[in-house]
């Protein structure tokens, strides 16, 4: 690309584009000319503001998708509503780097850019084929897949994309960082080959032109693993999941049908996805010797909605229909502003991610009336001399009480094993003040599985964060960490080959357990837990924090914690004091 990294030149110049007076100004032109000189300008429009460009698109891309799966999560690519990709007009250097388990960048197609990883926590000095999509074989021939959000998005180089580019013989920008610094091929701009060693833990390396540019590699983490510029984390975007509509037309809540769909075990067969000229959309395969799919059509009556059929590894193998839409209510575009919803972020120090900034453009994807992605705010107020606030995340449910007085019982019930939430309650005591807490994973039964009977039967996994500020002094004064004094009520299963058994039977080996009445009289005032075990520490890599606890500022200090082991211990019961400072 050696005469389009000039033409760059001469943007940043002035030379070329004489309204380029300003940085800023230049930088929009540059991100809206790769863009057009791609082909994309059709399908994808940009836009800018003082801060950002935004790439708006539907996010489906016309290239080929799904076929050369074989670790399907059941997910369909649909369609999203004028997703806008926020890209920072003013690219610099931040001092620390950014893994996020949400989009990076988005390609030039209007396509989000995606880490490696299939979940959890990146270490980025050290790769991790556990969670690499394209060796756990969920990748298309294309390098993406569909999502959670039946969102299509890649994990890896968009070869098909760069196929279809009208500039791809030149080694063009083919995408751009949030942070806003650009995304190229394997090879350098000027066509020759990356030596080996040269690209740091972010994919990336120094650029004459913008500062640093980042690569897409043959080898992992085949394309941008992190940031190394300064990102507004509660600002990136994310499709939020299909919403369901009953049948007299109005939006209801994440359905069951489309929703906790997972990889079948071992894999699928003969995948393949096809799109027909009336708009169908077909995904088929084969699991076991036995035919799945997943179809739908484009409602003729309500606008951004979908009418679905599918017979799906992950619910059993039962036909089953239903209407499922885009929220036309939050529709993103560049001049509207929305309440922010977020999805859990990551962080490579292990630190919990920053909290979103207020208000920006353009709003995100979401959907407002989904409980997954949540934090509540409650005030409990008592006439005492000091004002805390509690803030807590928890893998499932939690209950928090002030001696024996409830503050605050976690709004999302524990339902199922994706009830996540964070919570935040205002109340008053007097120092020093006792912490109770109970704390619950999901569990089926007694068993202490979850989707007994189906491909998917698993021990679920618990995890649990608190942090207490005194608002007058604006100073953390606990944090959930080790020292916490934990007990274990429910314990299950036993013996962990439980998990494999056909008709696992509670109290049945393998699928023994221990439960535990609460001692009595614990809530009260020194009450004596010396004699518990100390809680286990955790970090974010083996809990997968997810929704709602991004949206919390959390101190260095607060760790995840849980009993001794994340999968067995279902319910756990935890004490502390916190003496004056």
């Not at 388990?101 to 880490?115: E, T």
């Not at 529709?331 to 208000?359: H, I």
């Amino acid at each position: 690309m050696k005469h389009n990294h000039l033409f760059l030149v001469l943007l940043l110049s002035g030379g070329l584009l004489s309204a380029c007076h300003q940085p800023d100004t230049a930088h929009c032109d540059i991100i809206s000319a790769s863009v057009e000189e791609a082909g994309f300008n059709k399908s994808v429009q940009v836009t800018c503001d003082d801060s950002y460009a935004y790439l708006t698109s539907s996010t489906y891309p016309s290239h080929d998708m799904m076929n050369g799966i074989t670790g399907t999560n059941e997910q369909i690519p649909v369609p999203a509503l004028d997703y806008a990709a926020p890209i920072k007009l003013k690219p610099a250097k931040a001092e620390s780097l950014t893994s996020i388990d949400a989009a990076l960048g988005v390609a030039v197609n209007g396509v989000p850019i995606y880490d490696y990883s299939s979940q959890g926590e990146l270490d980025l000095s050290h790769y991790n084929e556990n969670v690499d999509t394209v060796k756990l074989g969920q990748l298309d021939n294309c390098g993406g897949h569909a999502g959670r959000g039946d969102d299509y998005h890649y994990h890896a180089a968009p070869t098909c994309m760069i196929e279809t580019m009208a500039n791809r013989k030149s080694n063009p920008i083919i995408g751009w960082a949030y942070d806003g610094y650009p995304i190229y091929g394997d090879d350098n701009p000027d066509g020759s080959k990356i030596e080996k060693g040269t690209l740091d833990d972010c994919n990336g390396q120094a650029d004459d032109v913008f500062g640093y540019r980042y690569h897409t590699s043959e080898a992992p983490p085949y394309i941008v693993q992190c940031l190394v510029g300064k990102v507004d984390v509660g600002d990136l975007p994310r499709v939020a999941p299909l919403t369901s509509t009953d049948k007299d037309g109005s939006t209801t809540t994440l359905n069951a049908m489309r929703d906790n769909l997972t990889p079948p075990r071992d894999g699928v067969e003969n995948l393949k996805h096809t799109v027909s000229d009336t708009g169908k959309r077909s995904m088929t395969y084969t699991y076991q010797g036995q035919d799945y799919f997943v179809h739908y059509t484009p409602n003729a009556l309500k606008p951004n909605c979908f009418d679905f059929e599918q017979k799906t590894v992950s619910n059993g193998g039962i036909v089953e229909t239903g209407t499922f839409c885009r929220n036309t209510d939050s529709k993103q575009n560049p001049n509207q502003n929305q309440s922010q919803n977020e999805e859990p972020g990551r962080r490579q120090d292990n630190s919990p991610p920053p909290p979103p900034k207020g208000d920006r453009k353009p709003p995100r994807q979401n959907d407002p009336n989904s409980a997954k992605v949540n934090k509540t705010t409650h005030t409990t107020m008592v006439n005492k001399s000091h004002t805390f606030k509690l803030e807590a995340w928890a893998d499932n449910w939690f209950a928090a009480y002030l001696n024996q007085q409830l503050i605050v019982e976690d709004s999302v019930p524990i339902t199922t094993e994706r009830s996540f939430n964070a919570e935040e309650v205002t109340f008053s005591a007097d120092y020093p003040l006792t912490i109770n807490l109970v704390i619950k994973d999901f569990k089926q039964n007694d068993t202490g599985l979850e989707y007994i009977g189906t491909p998917r039967q698993q021990m679920g996994d618990g995890g649990f964060i608190m942090q207490l500020t005194d608002i007058s002094t604006n100073e953390t004064v606990a944090v959930s960490n080790s020292a916490w004094h934990c007990k274990v009520l429910h314990e299950a299963p036993l013996n962990k080959q439980c998990e494999t058994e056909l008709n696992p039977t509670a109290g049945t080996a393998p699928c023994d357990y221990t439960s535990t009445e609460a001692p009595s009289g614990w809530k009260k005032a020194g009450f004596d837990v010396s004699e518990w075990p100390n809680a286990t520490e955790y970090s974010a890599a083996m809990v997968s924090p997810k929704d709602g606890y991004n949206l919390i500022n959390w101190d260095a200090r607060a760790k995840l914690i849980w009993g001794d082991d994340l999968e067995t211990s279902n319910t756990l019961i935890c004490k502390f004091t916190v003496e004056k400072p």
